[in-house]
C-alpha cells in the first residue's frame, strides 16, 4: 500500500507518520455571544485541540428567506418543523467576530481556519489569511464553491458525509484541477447525532489510498469511542464539535462535547496513535522482564551420563531459560551427554550425539 502524501496547514504537517490532527469544531455554539466563542476557543486550547473551525455563513448567504414547503425542516432531525432561514439565522457566527476569533486561537498556539458556504465568504476569509478551507458536506456536490476555495491555492478538507464515491471524486478532481495545495477527506455520517452503527469507519484508510490523500473523521456520535477508534484504523484528523455545557442548549449542542470530555478524548487519541505502531512481532522492550514466563525444557530429576531423555526426566515448563518446548519430540529416546542435576535448563550441548 502506498503512503498517502502530508499536506500542510499554517506549517502542521498532517497525515501518514505525524499526529492525529484535533480540530474542535465551534459552529453554532457560541450562542451569539462573542464572550462564549472565545471561551470555547479557550477551552479547546485547553482541552489540547489542535484546531479551531468556525462556520462562515450568513442566513441569506446559504438559503433562501422563504415559508415554502421546501424551506421547512422536514421529519427526522433534532430541527423538524423549523425553517432553514431562522435556523441559520440563530446558527451563524457573525462575521464581525472572525477577526478577533483568529486572532485569539492564535494567541492559544491553535490554527483557525472555516467552512465558507459561498464565495463572498471564501473572499472575506481571504483578507483574514484564512490558512485552509473546509467543504462541508452538503457542499460536496458545490463544484462552484470548491473551485473557488481550492482557487486561493490553500489546502481542503473536504466531508464526504453525503457524498456517493463518484461525488467525492468529481470533489476531489475540482480541487485539484483547481489548484487546492493539498486535499485530505473525512468520512462522516450527516446525521445529528449520528449512529455509532452506521459509522463505517474502514472507510477512512480506503479513502486514503482511494484518493491518495490523509483521511480523518468529522463525527457526529455521542462519547469518545468512535473518534478514538478512527485513530486506530489509521485517521489522520478528527473533528469534533465543542460546547462549554450541553444544558446551555442551541442548535448543535446536543451532540456536541463538553470540555473535559473533549480533553478525554485528545488523551485518549493520543493513547491510541502510540499502541497503533505498526505490524511487528519483535519482542519489545517491556516484555524482556517477562520472557522468564515462557515455557522451555528443564531436567526434572538427576540424570546419569548416558540416561536416556524420557518424559519422566524432561518437561516443559516455566521459566525459559532451556531449549523450546518444540524440539522434545526430537530430544525424547536420545542419552545425556553428561550427568545432569534436577532444575537444569536443557542445552543442546547436554545432547549425545
Known amino acids: 500500500m502506498s503512503i498517502p502524501p502530508i499536506i500542510s496547514i499554517a506549517g502542521r504537517q498532517i497525515g501518514e507518520g505525524q499526529p ?3 480540530i474542535a469544531e465551534l459552529s453554532a455554539n457560541h450562542g451569539h455571544k462573542l464572550s462564549s466563542a472565545l471561551e470555547l476557543i479557550d477551552a479547546a486550547a485547553d482541552a489540547g485541540a489542535d484546531a479551531i473551525k468556525l462556520q462562515t455563513y450568513r442566513a441569506d448567504t446559504i438559503t433562501l428567506d422563504s415559508d415554502a414547503p421546501y424551506f421547512q425542516i422536514r421529519k427526522g432531525t433534532a430541527w423538524e418543523g423549523r425553517r432553514l432561514y431562522e435556523l441559520y439565522e440563530e446558527a451563524h457566527t457573525p462575521w464581525e467576530w472572525h ?6 486561537a492564535r494567541k492559544r498556539g491553535m490554527i483557525c481556519f472555516s467552512s465558507p458556504f459561498d464565495a463572498t465568504a471564501v473572499d472575506f476569509l481571504e483578507g483574514l489569511g484564512c490558512p485552509a478551507y473546509k467543504i462541508a458536506s452538503f457542499e460536496v456536490v458545490d463544484h462552484g464553491l470548491i473551485r473557488k476555495a481550492a482557487g486561493t491555492g490553500k489546502p481542503l478538507i473536504i466531508s464526504t458525509g453525503m457524498a456517493s464515491e463518484i461525488e467525492v471524486e468529481e470533489a476531489v478532481t475540482v480541487a485539484r484541477n483547481g489548484g487546492a ?11 445529528y447525532p449520528a449512529p455509532a452503527a452506521e459509522m463505517n469507519l474502514r472507510t477512512i484508510p480506503y479513502l486514503a489510498e482511494r484518493f491518495k490523500c490523509p483521511a480523518g473523521l468529522s463525527d457526529h456520535t ?10 486506530a484504523l489509521g485517521g489522520a484528523i478528527i473533528e469534533k464539535h465543542l460546547t462549554i455545557r450541553r444544558s446551555d442548549g442551541g442548535p448543535d449542542s446536543h451532540f456536541s462535547l463538553e470540555p473535559d470530555e473533549f480533553k478525554a478524548m485528545v488523551e485518549g487519541v493520543r493513547i491510541a496513535e502510540q499502541a497503533r505502531g505498526n505490524a511487528c512481532f519483535d519482542l519489545t522492550p517491556s516484555q524482556v522482564p517477562s520472557s522468564q514466563f515462557r515455557r522451555s525444557l528443564f531436567v526434572a530429576s538427576n540424570i546419569a551420563e548416558g540416561e536416556v531423555f524420557t518424559e519422566a526426566n524432561i518437561r516443559s515448563v516455566r521459566p525459559g531459560d532451556g531449549l523450546p518446548p518444540k524440539h522434545l519430540d526430537a530430544i525424547l529416546g536420545k542419552r545425556a551427554a553428561c550427568a545432569l542435576s534436577h532444575g537444569t535448563p536443557l542445552r543442546w550441548e547436554h545432547v549425545a550425539s
Open 20 to 22: 492525529c490532527f484535533i
Open 222 to 231: 455521542l462519547g469518545i469511542a468512535v473518534p478514538v477508534t478512527s485513530v
Open 99 to 104: 477577526a478577533e476569533l483568529f486572532a485569539a
Open 181 to 191: 495545495k493539498g486535499v485530505a477527506l473525512l468520512k462522516c455520517v450527516s446525521a
